[in-house]
DNA sequence: ATCCCGAGGG
DNA sequence: CCCTCTGGAT
């Protein structure tokens, strides 16, 4: 109670330290749910996975990666002939147009491989800060924190950021976290937005991160 | 701020 | 019926 007048910066970093250490614990090996082999598979199933559980990506993306295999193959379709494969997720006609464009751009300005620069990767169309983030780190292991829907609303309740946008809490992220941290924190905050800190009807009884957490709802 | 947009859960 | 799912472009 004291250590809260006395220095209430160092005690909101140390709560912040315990939360990340009770993440861990309890989330010791989470890692991306996506299936991919190579970087053209993982920014194909990121593309997809806009709006869209990783499950149902990993059922389109089995069919697909045996009739498309390459970022060739992928930049001579047409939207129309991809629309089939995408059929059964979200925003699919969007998709379809940005994986062709997208993988034209790529044979066409960057020797056919997927860039592994932020700056290049996000002006590929479909690809924005948060797919450029998880390809960063999970296809060349590069220190990024992608912050999607789970990352950005687990953060917020945590109190870990107050900011109004995915930039802004990837950026309080970053400067509570060591960078080899970063991408292990993105897939432990994913894990406990599925599992606990649901959007819906967030299991706060069963929450380990209670007793840390200013969050009521 | 709005649009895209099927599948799954409640 | 409503809300949410590893968003991005306009």
């Not at 749910?33 to 059922?59: C, H, I, K």
């Not at 998709?95 to 491989?113: D, N, W």
């Amino acid at each position: 109670m004291e250590q809260c007048k006395t220095s209430p910066m160092k005690n909101e970093a140390a709560r912040i330290r315990r939360i990340f250490m009770l993440l861990k614990e309890h989330y010791p090996r989470a890692r991306t749910g996506l299936r991919f082999e190579n970087p053209y598979q993982l920014f194909v199933a990121v593309l997809l996975s806009a709006q869209t559980t990783d499950e149902q990506v990993n059922r389109i993306t089995a069919p697909l990666f045996a009739a498309v295999p390459t970022v060739a193959a992928m930049a001579k379709m047409k939207a129309a002939e991809l629309e089939p494969y995408l059929k059964s997720c979200g925003l699919y006609r969007n998709k379809s147009r940005y994986l062709v464009e997208a993988s034209r751009m790529i044979m066409g300005e960057f020797g056919g491989a997927l860039p592994d620069k932020f700056e290049d990767l996000t002006r590929l169309p479909g690809i924005g800060r948060k797919s450029a983030n998880v390809i960063l780190y999970a296809a060349f292991g590069k220190p990024a924190l992608a912050v999607d829907t789970h990352v950005y609303r687990v953060s917020r309740r945590l109190g870990l950021s107050a900011a109004e946008d995915t930039a802004g809490v990837e950026s309080d992220l970053k400067k509570a976290l060591s960078p080899g941290e970063w991408g292990p924190a993105h897939h432990r905050l994913i894990a406990h937005g599925r599992a606990l800190c649901r959007a819906r009807r967030p299991d706060c009884a069963r929450c380990f991160l209670k007793s840390c957490c200013p969050w009521k709802e």
